[in-house]
């Protein structure tokens, strides 16, 4: 029954909105648009936060900063039992989608999917959020400056995804 409910909730949704607003009186079309044209103006203003974003990300990969940041903090990880070899996706993830992808990708190539290490790095990027991304674009387009505790809590809240990956990861496949 469910699987019958699923293929039919997407037209069935397009529907009733637009028919809720005709309900409501409210000019749809009119609305979709001036919502439309909101959007895309958004858009324009986080470009700039995007490639600067973007840009940082890349250099720090290409500068071989990432690899001297690994080996410096592999002891430490070790004593923890937190792989190295998972640690550019706990740096790359709250930076960026697309870095963490691609890290993730690195990784399927290079220890195989049905590594550990790749294991924890993939519910890392289900776990975990693009918390800088998303501060960058979201509180750029509206032009806040003060984020209070936004930082600090989202970062919290993706530590807390990281530990609880490799610790369920650890015990599941290890």
Known sequence: ?????????????I????????????????VFVEG???GFEIGVRIIP???AILFAIGMFRASGA???????LDPVLGLVGFPAEVLPMA??????????LGVLADMIKTYGEDSIFVQ????MFGSTETTFYVLAVYFGAVNIRKTRYAV???LIADLAGIIAAVAFCSWLFG
């Open 49 to 51: 936060y995007l490639v």
């Open 152 to 154: 600090q809590a989202g």
């Open 66 to 72: 990432m690899d001297w940041f690994i080996r410096l």
């Open 36 to 38: 439309a044209k909101e």
């Open 120 to 123: 924890m790095a993939a519910t």
């Open 1 to 13: 029954m469910l699987e019958t409910i699923s293929v039919f909730i997407l037209p069935i949704l």
């Open 15 to 30: 529907v009733i909105f637009p028919l809720y607003g005709l309900i409501k009186k409210v000019k749809v079309y009119e």
């Open 91 to 100: 740096v790359f993830r709250p930076l960026t989608g697309s870095g963490s």
